[in-house]
């Protein structure tokens, strides 16, 4: 199985490669968010304990996350790979991930962090929130927050690969199209 974390600040380009990986590999794309939300729809036991937990907008926990990626990897056990999209964002949920993942027989193959200046992802940010409607996409203010924050809380998890020699850092500045082939010349050196 090919299980890629992909890695980078908000505005990085996460999603439009993880779609474009997707495609070229066959494999999947999670968004923890809309796999979530999946769960909710569908009315799971899970799903309904990440809408009472999320109420009044906080977050579901952790444990909860897990379970609902459990269930999704079970579900599609027999997918060749998975783009793990934006997550683990934080030391403990990193820990809890390989746990759960050896618990089902698999690994994290590689994190492939798309390596962005500030600079950029900021005017990234800006220019999409121009089509977005996102109120944090047009506030420099709030972008930075978030930039701040993924410096904050998540470098521990890139530490957290790179000990087990899973990590790679890729140029994500330049063409989409640039960024896609660093990607997959990445993951090709693997295989």
Do not use: W
Request: proline residues 3%; neutral net charge.
């Amino acid at each position: 199985m090919l299980n890629i974390v992909l890695f980078g600040p908000p505005g990085a380009g996460k999603g439009t490669q993880a779609e474009k990986l997707q495609q070229k590999y066959g494999i999947l794309h999670l968004s923890t968010g809309e796999v979530i939300r999946q769960e909710m729809n569908r009315g799971s036991e899970l799903g309904r304990l990440a809408a009472q937990q999320m109420e009044g907008g906080k977050l579901a926990s952790d444990e909860l996350v897990l379970g609902i990626i459990e269930n999704y990897l079970q579900e599609h056990r027999t997918a060749p790979g998975v783009i793990f999209d934006g997550f683990p964002r934080t030391l403990p949920q990193a820990e809890a991930f390989d746990s759960m993942l050896k618990k089902i027989g698999t690994q994290v193959t590689v994190m492939l962090a798309l390596d962005v200046p500030d600079e950029v992802v900021t005017e990234r940010i800006l220019t999409r929130g121009k089509t977005s409607g996102r109120a944090d996409d047009q506030s420099l203010e709030t972008i930075q927050n978030r930039i701040a924050v993924y410096k904050k809380q998540t470098a521990v998890v890139a530490d957290f690969y790179k000990k087990q020699d899973k990590f790679r850092a890729v140029n994500g500045v330049g063409t989409i199209d640039e960024i896609f082939d660093r990607l997959c010349a990445a993951i090709d050196a693997l295989r």
